[in-house]
């Protein structure tokens, strides 16, 4: 009797167990994983990196230089593991990712940070910058750190600003010279407002959708045509389901490169300090090396591609900047006339 007593006894501690186990709460801060094929048992960190881009692109090549800089300067104890063209999380998925601690780093694009906070979207307004200098000066001094104050309130902190480039125009609706030959084309754009609303000015029809679904949309003629850097428009090869494309130069590509900042609080003095060194020779290689490689990839399209190119000339861009001015005074009342004076100041010094 009391064996069995005792079996009995032993099966209800095993059920309870079982039972605290599957119901346990694992909506709290993710643990950190650790590598079990190095020498020792958790010798290695891994820090997740997400984004959407191809690897031979500014930011997929900055994921990348990051990565092998962190375990360089660490000895291999901590390791960034890159997940490149959206394979892990797509670019609307992976700020709420990286916010429940399913990823360490990401890199959205700029615009797609207006939804934490509107200001963000002062980058998206067309001519923002007018060439790398302007970006740099701008995303490195007070713009920059305003806008990157401004994700504290959502308890995420930027670490730095990597730039693609300058955004392009591709169609398949003959070439676009003026602004009213947009008229009527569709375009894919990215999720923001205000680059919906300065294509609406010139009579475009834009369509908010993900940056991986491009490709698809263009060649089963869904839309007419997008707007991208040089970069993107090679590395993903819109140029072979385009027929048109004009070097406008009208809007800026950058991202903000950020992570949870109850994830940074929690990493040790040494760690921080590996992660801040690796980022900084990161992003001032990133800063030269982007500008280099659009004007590269420019010229393999013009060989391998039979895409028709345009350059707007200085005065045509003049004419372009008349007709989207609106879209500044649209937007002053929400970003506010410190941050529209300081972007109208930078481009009176390019």
Request: charged share 25%; aromatic share 10%.
């Amino acid at each position: 009797m009391k064996s069995l007593l005792a079996c009995l006894a032993l099966m209800i501690a095993g059920i309870a167990t079982a039972l605290f186990i599957g119901f346990h709460d694992h909506t709290g801060n993710k643990e950190i994983v650790y590598d079990d094929d190095q020498e020792g048992l958790q010798d290695q960190i891994v820090f997740k990196f997400s984004h959407v881009v191809a690897e031979n692109t500014p930011k997929g090549l900055a994921a990348n230089k990051f990565a092998d800089l962190v375990n360089e300067k660490s000895g291999g104890k901590i390791k960034i593991e890159v997940f490149p063209n959206g394979s892990l999380y797509s670019d609307i998925e992976e700020i709420e990712a990286l916010q429940n601690g399913d990823v360490q780093f990401i890199a959205p694009s700029t615009s797609k940070l207006g939804m934490l906070s509107p200001e963000w979207g002062v980058l998206d307004l067309p001519y923002a910058f007018t060439d790398y200098d302007a970006a740099k000066k701008g995303l490195n001094g007070s713009i920059g750190t305003q806008l990157f104050d401004s994700l504290k309130k959502n308890q995420l902190k930027g670490l730095a600003y990597w730039t693609n480039g300058f955004k392009q125009i591709t169609t398949n609706q003959g070439p676009v010279k003026t602004p009213d030959d947009l008229k009527g084309q569709d375009l894919r754009i990215m999720q923001s407002d205000v680059i919906e609303d300065q294509f609406k000015l010139l009579g475009a029809i834009p369509h908010q959708e993900s940056f991986n679904s491009t490709f698809q949309l263009l060649e089963n003629n869904v839309v007419d045509g997008e707007e991208n850097t040089i970069s993107n428009i090679y590395s993903k090869k819109f140029y072979n389901v385009q027929d048109y494309l004009t070097i406008s130069s009208h809007g800026y590509l950058g991202y903000a490169v950020m992570t949870d900042e109850h994830f940074w609080k929690a990493q040790t003095p040494e760690t921080k300090r590996i992660l801040t060194e690796a980022m900084k020779e990161t992003t001032e290689w990133n800063e030269t090396y982007a500008e280099q490689m659009n004007k590269e990839q420019l010229e393999e399209i013009k060989k391998n591609s039979a895409i028709h190119i345009y350059e707007l000339s200085d005065k045509e861009k003049k004419e372009w900047m008349k007709r989207l001015d609106p879209v500044y005074r649209q937007y002053e009342p929400i970003f506010g006339r410190k941050l529209i004076k300081e972007l109208l100041e930078l481009r009176k010094d390019s």
